[in-house]
């Protein structure tokens, strides 16, 4: 899906690392790492992460990632990325409003600024 929005998930001059993550357990809880994934230099991948991405976002602010992360909501393999590039502390208020279904997709990282400029599929299927 990723591929398809222009968004490598390791780039040398944003990220050096990618890590995936479930964003709920069975019984809906979190459980995840957050001094490592709000560490710089490298893309966090989050799947499921609708139902906890209230409590994802704080954490990660928490745990010193910076509020101003700019990340794309994907929804949906192989549609328009919905409402990209967002920040970090507002993400879950804008979510809240919009009627997003899952499955998603969530990327965190400065990777996300690269979409622009490599957003191949969607340029090349434009109407």
Not at 10 to 34: E, M, P, Y
Not at 35 to 50: C, D, E, K, R, S
Not at 62 to 73: E, F, K, Q, V
Not at 75 to 97: C, D, F, M, N, Y
Request: include cysteine; aromatic fraction near 4%.
């Amino acid at each position: 899906m990723q591929t398809y929005a222009g968004i490598p998930l390791t780039h040398r001059d944003h990220a050096q690392s990618c890590t995936f993550v479930t964003g709920h357990l069975k019984d809906n809880s979190i459980n995840l790492n957050w001094t490592q994934l709000a560490a710089p230099n490298q893309t966090i991948v989050i799947y499921m992460g609708l139902v906890g991405l209230e409590k994802i976002c704080q954490s990660l602010i928490a745990h010193g990632s910076p509020r101003i992360c700019l990340l794309p909501l994907c929804s949906k393999a192989l549609q328009p990325i919905s409402e990209s590039l967002r920040h970090l502390e507002t993400l879950p208020v804008i979510i809240a409003g919009l009627n997003i279904k899952p499955p998603t997709l969530i990327i965190i990282g400065t990777v996300v600024t690269l979409h622009d400029k490599l957003n191949w599929f969607q340029s090349s299927h434009a109407d």
